[in-house]
């Protein structure tokens, strides 16, 4: 309880002086408390702990760089991402208040679309698509100009966290948006666009996905795609690894002259999914100074009913592109997701096991090159971090298991940041001012 009280009062603008006073002198009472604490005795409710991750989550800027928030708020027309909503009993994971709540000062929404056609319909349908889901962020953040505000830089996101203001970055999750037109990365850059993924769960015309049951079809990046990382290196957009194939990822390696990202990835020594990264693909995203966010789609932590996934398959199947769907069909996947839940209810991972590949990745290649990534309204969400209201529990999870506050700020954002500007660094050195 104290964690929670603690963190709104150090948030509030409104609080009195006294008040804090008292507040700040419960906090170095609680941290002497901590330091007092054997490690033997600690349990996960240690309100000692609890006060500390609570001084801290306040004090970082807290970043996740993936949730699909576009694709929801245009599958469910009436969403008010200005109201608390239950994500129980909506499935939405965020919004604005549930982020105030959290302490999510800053968050990537996806600009995400299911592979498609590769026809020049098919592209210019994702074309489309792209454009409805941009402008569904853009409008958002207008509506509500006293909640949030976009950001394409890491200075926007500290400057609407002094405001008491929630930072909305832009991020396209698939490279079949831009199909085959190279230009089409210029005007999401210029829309708010900062990483591109470049695949999803098929090959498009860029490279492998890490999941298409047809195998490779390009071994790497094609001569299309070597184009569009050189493209994305020059605009400053960062190349985003997560769902391609291990062939695409060491492709991206050599050629980007900016570090690249796996903005919501995990690690493949803890659970071997082929979505994840190995350790020597971690050593070598670390020796070119990226970083991989951690995923929290049970997924890609551990093993799932195979009944379950089977359903789920045949569900994707059916309804292959969400936002696309008529009201009867969006009400018929409705009535089949809630009966495969019934019949084969999800076991979700932990928050302890997302914290299990934190610890692998910073004892494999240290603190620099790690953060969160949380896929949330994307099938991300863990007992523990559920929704985005429990972002602090993250925090709470970090200084238990004895993460400095400097770490927890690395893997809060800082880690991601620094990558940012360093693509921004390297887009100047090509020549090419971004313009804001």
Known sequence: ?????????????KLPSVAKGYFAFSMALSSLMLAACPVSSQTYDDPAIKAKAAEIHAAVLTLDTHADVPMYMVSHPRFDLSKTHNSRTTGSRVDFPRMKQGGMDALF?????????????????????????????????????????????????????KEGKRAVFIGVENGWAIGRDLSLLKTYYDWGARYMTLSHTRNNDICDSSTDPKGAEHHG?????????????????????????????????ALSKAPIVASHSSARALY???????????KALAAKGGVIQMNMYTGYLKSENPKRVAAMKALQKKYPRVNELTD??????????????????TVLATLQQVADHIDHIVELVGVDYVGIGAD?????????????????????????????????????????????????????ELNYFPRR
């Open 221 to 253: 990046l094609s001569a299309f795609g070597e184009e569009v990382v050189k493209e994305m290196n020059r605009l400053g957009m960062l190349v985003d690894i997560s769902h391609t194939s291990d062939e695409t990822f060491w492709d991206c390696l």
């Open 109 to 161: 929404f996806a600009v995400y679309l299911g592979q498609g056609p590769r026809t020049d319909s098919g592209n210019a349908a994702a074309k489309r698509r792209a454009k409805v889901l941009f402008d569904v962020i853009h409008r958002n953040v207008a509506d509500h100009p006293d909640l949030a505000g976009l950001a394409t830089t890491p200075e926007d996101a500290y400057a609407l966290e």
């Open 376 to 428: 949330l309204n994307g099938g991300g969400g863990v007992r523990g971090m559920y929704d985005v209201s429990e972002a602090g529990n993250i925090t709470y999870e970090l200084v238990k298991r004895g993460y400095s506050e400097e770490d927890i700020r690395k893997i809060w954002g800082g880690n991601f940041f620094r990558v940012m500007k360093e693509a921004q660094r390297v887009a100047k």
């Open 328 to 345: 009867a069909e969006r009400e018929a996947r409705s009535a089949a997701l809630q009966e495969i839940n019934t019949n084969y209810p």
């Open 1 to 13: 309880m104290l964690s929670f009280i603690y963190l709104y009062c150090m948030k509030s603008a």
């Open 272 to 282: 071997g999914h082929r979505r994840n990264l190995s350790d020597e693909m971690i």
